[in-house]
């Protein structure tokens, strides 16, 4: 499965984003999704995954209530709605697959594939 990610951009503080993550070359079913982000000089940072199969989710606490994370089954994506952006949600947004158990869901080790990533940037 190929999966490429869109919808990045340079938003104002308080704005939103609705990032994209398409996968083709397969079906998502049976994976978790996962949304991680790269700030320069950073670890990589989980952020949201979903269960594509059941839509169970998760996110770090440093999103919630800002972010959802969605799918269309049917068009074998998942998104990710951006709201309420802060400078601090700057970075590369990567999402990328597992079958990973969910309690290891946050852990970017246990990913195996991976998009290109798209670049967030939020001014204050």
């Known amino acids: 499965v190929q999966l490429q990610a869109s919808g990045g951009g340079l938003v104002q503080a308080g704005g939103s984003l609705r990032l994209s993550c398409a996968a083709s070359?397969?079906?998502?079913?049976?994976?978790?999704l996962g949304w991680f982000r790269q700030a320069p000089g950073m670890e990589r940072e989980f952020v949201s995954a979903?269960?594509?199969?059941?839509?169970?989710?998760r996110y770090a606490d440093s999103v919630k209530g800002r972010f959802a994370i969605s799918k269309d089954t049917a068009k074998n994506t998942v998104f990710l709605q951006m709201n309420n952006l802060k400078p601090e949600d700057t970075a590369i947004y990567y999402c990328?697959?597992?079958?990973?158990?969910?309690?290891?869901?946050?852990?970017?080790?246990?990913?195996?594939?991976w998009g290109q990533g798209t670049q967030v940037t939020v001014s204050s």
């Open positions: 070359g397969g079906s998502l079913s049976g994976y978790r």
């Open positions: 990328a697959t597992t079958r990973i158990v969910w309690s290891e869901i946050a852990n970017h080790k246990q990913y195996h594939n």
């Open positions: 979903i269960m594509f199969s059941g839509g169970t989710t």
